[in-house]
């Protein structure tokens, strides 16, 4: 991260309106329907009212704009980590709540999302809010951090399976993707990939207002951000986008 910025990090706890305030920042970060729009993220304000201190922003002092948002959970998870579960992120959000409302003790981190805006990109800010993610679990005591990692440019190769997507390499024997590149250079193993990380299960008529496309008849359809295709069913009536992420571990012990 470049020194010239004069910035603080501020959690969700400290800060009032942060909900309000993520949510305009993910228009603006984010263009198009990916991925705050999967069905999964429904329990994403429950999350943040019950974990208001695992949601933290990089805030520049001087115009107070929030630069870059960072959003984990602590789950409770007991088995081998090549064993993640294939619903990725969808499944730490289920977990996350489910072991606070049974009151278990989590054990490891699990992030959801790491974002930075489009202006402050390329500025190694990414790294600086990976390693204040790794802070909240060792403060927490949390001996883990896992990610659902959203590779970051395999929606401009939708039609290259994610198994092939991953085994690609830069000149340096690095990881093609930046994102996943990034968090093998912070420290990252690559585990396995979650092929059911976030769906989107919904009508025809829906999908068609979702992404501004006609889909006239039954088959597959490359849609804007998506990282594979969509695929329309005109017997049900239903278009299923069933996005695959990677599990990222981090051994913070
Ligand atoms: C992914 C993201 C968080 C990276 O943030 P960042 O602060 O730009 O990260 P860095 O500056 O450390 O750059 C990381 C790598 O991405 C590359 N990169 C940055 N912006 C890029 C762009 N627009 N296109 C292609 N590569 C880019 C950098 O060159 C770097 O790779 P390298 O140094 O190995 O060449 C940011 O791009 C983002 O917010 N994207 C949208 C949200 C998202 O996809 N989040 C990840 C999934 S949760």
């Not at 409302?101 to 054990?107: A, F, L, T, V």
């Not at 990692?149 to 997507?165: C, D, I, N, S």
């Not at 989107?200 to 006239?216: H, L």
């Not at 992420?245 to 913070?252: C, F």
Request: charged content about 20%.
């Amino acid at each position: 991260m470049k020194d010239d910025l004069n910035f603080h990090i501020i959690t969700a706890l400290e800060m009032p309106n942060f909900y309000e305030r993520s949510i305009a920042f993910f228009e603006q970060a984010w263009s198009g329907v990916f991925p705050h729009d999967f069905d999964g993220d429904k329990d994403s304000f429950a999350l943040y009212q019950v974990y208001p201190e695992y949601r933290y922003a990089l805030i520049e002092t001087a115009t107070q704009q929030m630069i870059a948002l960072g959003n984990c959970v602590p789950v409770v998870w007991e088995g081998n980590f090549e064993r993640l579960p294939d619903e990725g992120v969808t499944w730490a959000m289920t977990q996350a709540l489910a072991d606070h409302s049974q009151g278990n003790q989590p054990n490891i981190l699990c992030a959801l999302a790491i974002t930075v805006i489009p202006e402050y990109r390329g500025r190694q800010i990414s790294s600086f809010m990976l390693q204040q993610m790794k802070k909240i679990a060792q403060d927490r005591k949390l001996a883990s951090l896992i990610v659902p990692a959203r590779p970051t440019l395999k929606h401009l190769y939708p039609l290259t399976p994610m198994e092939r997507y991953i085994t690609w390499q830069n000149e340096h024997g690095l990881p093609f993707d930046p994102w996943l590149r990034t968090h093998i250079r912070n420290g990252a193993n690559l585990v396995r990939i979650c092929p059911k990380s976030a769906s989107i299960i919904d009508t025809i008529s829906n999908w068609e207002a979702r992404v501004n496309m006609r889909f006239p008849e039954t088959g597959d359809y490359i849609i804007p951000g998506g990282l594979l295709p969509l695929k329309i069913d005109y017997t049900n009536n239903q278009g299923s986008y069933i996005e695959p992420n990677v599990w990222m571990y981090y051994n913070l012990a």
